[in-house]
Structure formats: C-alpha cells, structure tokens
C-alpha cells in the first residue's frame, strides 16, 4: 500500500510563491510515476503537473504552463511543485497522486492519492 503525504500548502498574496512536497511511503522502493491534481469548491479535480518514474517526462496543464514546476528526488518518490506567479484562480486543494509506472507515460489512471493540502491565494 502506498501512502501520500503532502506539506507546504497555505496562504500567499498573487504573484507569491509556494512550494509543494509530497512524500510516498511503501513497501517497496519501486518508483512511482507522480503528479499534482487541484480541486475547485464543487468542481472535480483539475490535472496540474505530472512527471515520470525517472523524472525524464514532464506534463503541465495549460492552466500553470510556465508558472509551475514539477520535479523530484531522484533518491526517492518524492515529488515537488514549485508554484510561482500565483494568482488568486489558482486557489484549490492541491492533491499529490501517485501509480506504478507504464512506461514513460504521465497521464495514466491514479490509483494513490493524498489528503490534500490548502493553497489560497488572496490579497
């Protein structure tokens, strides 16, 4: 079983920064493909960014293209979003998500989520 826990969520004037970790614990030290979702007040959840097992293939969503940053620890399934150029739109929760690897594919079903952690961006 794969367990997901996000830190570095909070509060952040527009045009701010955050950075995002989420930390995978299992059994195994197979590696993770991993990504960050978003969700909305009565919206479902928004793709955000996803990066390879092997940290080799990234994917952002149109919305944070040029504003966000996935990357991750190559000594682990440790997966960072650094958000930069925050605007008040990108206020959600941010969810970390995590599958066995299919290749070098990024958008895959996930089956491995977090609890979420709060990002809210206002002046």
């Known amino acids: 079983q794969v367990q997901l826990v996000e830190s570095g969520g909070g509060s952040v004037q527009p045009g701010g920064s955050l950075r995002l970790t989420c930390a995978a614990s299992q059994r195994t030290a197979s590696p993770l493909t991993m990504a960050w979702y978003r969700q909305f007040p009565g919206q479902e959840r928004e793709y955000v960014a996803g990066?390879?097992?092997?940290?080799?293939?990234?994917i952002y969503g149109d919305a944070v293209k040029g504003r966000f940053s996935i990357s991750r620890d190559s000594a682990g399934n440790t997966v960072y979003l650094q958000m930069n150029s925050l605007k008040v739109e990108d206020t959600a929760v941010y969810y970390c998500?995590?599958?066995?690897?299919?290749?070098?594919?990024?958008?895959?079903?996930?089956?491995?989520w977090g609890q979420g952690t709060q990002v809210t961006v206002s002046s």
């Open positions: 998500a995590a599958a066995r690897p299919q290749y070098d594919r990024v958008i895959i079903d996930y089956n491995y």
């Open positions: 990066i390879s097992w092997n940290g080799g293939h990234t």
